[in-house]
């Protein structure tokens, strides 16, 4: 286990040198993390597919920047979503969600009967990919009491260009609320996209993004995590812009990808 954790320190020693260089030679993505770019969330029972590049090009000149909220709401989401990368909260998720449970009992089992280093990274690797499940899932229970239902499952929705899943689905808001720029008055439906991961991976998404938000019936609204910030804000403004073109809002949750990933792999009851 040692051994892991010094393999995994000088990984992420690496990664950054990589990073560095990258940034040096132009590269306008952002910071590099640790995280496979292009790679979805695995869902229980299911294997998202990767969504190749969307005609949508970003353009890379200088943009007006969009005036934007991002984190301001009055519904204390911000200080909520601070908390997501807490073991403890995350183990509340599990208790909460069946299916969760069973994933990650898999991985517990999995590293009980096999605790060497190759294994253990494997699991990481797994838990990464599963950390957007886990991000919904909070999202859902932060605001369950905020609306009059918040639907457990995602349901297919029609769009002009194929069918799409809203990942969260809350119906009947019970008070009027601001998140980010987006005003819900009561008794109106939310429908969010949320995306968790690092900045390349956000990015690799956007036009997926900008598909997906026509699937919305009611507010529309995409949560991202904070790594959001670190890409290019040339790049953000010219996707925010056609966000909004559809109807839609983009709000920035008070964490990293990697601190979910974190404090996921620290809730394994092991």
């Known amino acids: 286990m040692i051994e892991f954790s010094t393999a995994l320190a000088e990984g992420v ?57 991002y984190m301001n709401d009055n519904i204390e989401l911000s200080e909520k979503t601070a908390q997501y990368g807490d073991p403890e909260y995350i183990n509340e998720i599990r208790d909460q969600n069946e299916k969760v449970g069973q994933v990650l009992s898999e991985y517990e089992r999995s590293l009980t009967e096999d605790p060497s280093d190759l294994n253990y990274q494997r699991v990481d690797e797994k838990l990464e990919r599963y950390k957007g499940t886990i991000f919904e899932h909070e999202l859902k229970d932060t605001l369950k009491d905020k609306f009059e239902v918040v639907e457990d499952k995602q349901r297919i929705v029609e769009t002009d260009w194929g069918e799409t899943k809203p990942d969260v689905i809350a119906r009947g808001a019970l008070e009027n ?94």
């Open 13 to 69: 020693a690496k990664a950054k040198e990589v990073g560095e260089f990258v940034k040096q030679t132009g590269a306008e993505l952002g910071n590099l993390d640790n995280e496979e770019i292009n790679t979805e969330d695995v869902k229980f029972e299911e294997v998202e597919r990767y969504h190749p590049p969307q005609e949508i090009t970003f353009e890379q000149e200088k943009l007006e920047p969009i005036e934007g909220s």
């Open 177 to 270: 609320m601001e998140i980010g720029d987006l005003e819900i008055k009561k008794g109106e439906d939310l429908f969010i996209e949320a995306k968790c991961g690092g900045a390349d991976y956000i990015r690799s998404e956007m036009g997926h993004m900008l598909r997906q938000v026509e699937g919305h019936e009611g507010n529309s609204l995409v949560v991202v995590t904070k790594d959001y910030f670190d890409i290019n804000p040339n790049i953000r403004s010219d996707f925010e812009s056609r966000l909004a073109e559809k109807g839609s809002h983009i709000y920035v949750a008070d964490v990293y990808s990697t601190d979910i990933s974190a404090g996921l792999f620290s809730s394994l009851r092991l």
